[in-house]
């Protein structure tokens, strides 16, 4: 059983930054695929960004891509999710998740989820 632990959220200014941690634990964290989504209030949860255990397979969503940066060390057992250049917009929970094998853009994709962790992007 995987267990992921979201931490780095936080309040930041429009045009700040921010990196997000997700560390996992109780699995064979590289083989599996991590995801990035948020979800805002009253909103789906939204996919954001993934990386394959192949460290050099990427993918973002047409809303975060060339403003986030999904990455992972898996000497560390740890996934990560540079923001920069934040808008008000960007507010939400934010997860990681992970699945065994390749990426996928939808939530029902992954199996194991963190507990969120909250950014607010404040103008």
């Known amino acids: 059983q995987v267990q992921l632990v979201e931490s780095g959220g936080g309040l930041v200014q429009v045009g700040g930054s921010l990196r997000l941690s997700c560390a996992a634990s109780g699995g064979t964290f590289s083989s599996y695929a991590m995801g990035w989504f948020r979800q805002a209030p009253g909103k789906e949860r939204e996919f954001l960004a993934a990386i394959n255990w192949r460290v050099s397979s990427t993918y973002y969503a047409a809303s975060v891509k060339g403003r986030f940066t999904v990455s992972r060390d898996n000497a560390k057992s740890t996934a990560y999710l540079q923001m920069n250049s934040l808008r008000p917009e960007d507010t939400a929970v934010y997860y990681c998740?992970?699945?065994?094998?390749?990426w996928g853009p939808g939530p029902q994709n992954y199996d194991y989820w963190g507990q969120g962790t909250q950014v607010t992007v404040s103008s």
């Open positions: 998740a992970a699945r065994p094998g390749g």
